[in-house]
């Protein structure tokens, strides 16, 4: 069995540390890559990070996991509201899947409520800032350990 779990982000997700950080925080892309890398390697796993602005970007992405990876993670951004590609991509994929997202998205504007990805995803995470893409690795760390 593949030990590789992608982490994979969707639009506006490059500027994180930049864009909005009283929403989104401080930490980069680069911390979260470096920290959720440290969490899988203490368990015998290896991330690869990734991020598209592009939709068909994120599902090329995921298409490139199902012959590569066990797991992924994923905060599809903007995307996870509309995108019923990155869902039926997420479909043809058969390893595990977690959504994250940095933010409560339930505690803000009522068209982030509904999400695509979530008709697919194991778990989900929201409001653990970037925090919570730590614990999805861990989360699938575990399950795949089981
Ligand atoms: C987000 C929440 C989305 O609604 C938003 O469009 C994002 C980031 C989050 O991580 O909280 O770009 O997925």
């Known amino acids: 069995m593949s030990k590789l779990i992608y982490i994979l982000n969707g639009p506006n997700l490059n500027l994180l540390g930049k864009r909005q950080p009283e929403i989104y925080g401080y930490d980069t892309l680069e911390d979260v890559e470096r920290n959720c890398a440290a969490v899988a390697a203490e368990r015998g796993f290896e ?5 598209s602005n592009f939709e068909g970007g994120i599902v090329e992405l995921i298409h490139k996991a199902r012959e590569e990876a066990c797991a ?3 905060n599809p951004g903007a995307y996870t509201h509309t995108s019923v590609a990155i869902l039926d991509a997420l479909n043809a994929f058969d390893g595990l899947v977690f959504e994250c997202h940095i933010s409560n998205v339930h505690k803000r504007e009522s ?3 509904h ?4 008709m697919r995803a194991d778990g989900v995470m929201a409001g653990f800032g970037v925090q919570g893409y730590e614990l999805c690795v861990q989360r699938a ?3 795949l350990a089981e």
Do not use: G
């Open 47 to 51: 991330v690869a990070l990734y991020q």
């Open 72 to 74: 992924i993670v994923i």
């Open 111 to 113: 068209f982030r409520h």
């Open 115 to 118: 999400s695509y990805v979530s």
């Open 141 to 143: 760390c575990s399950v």
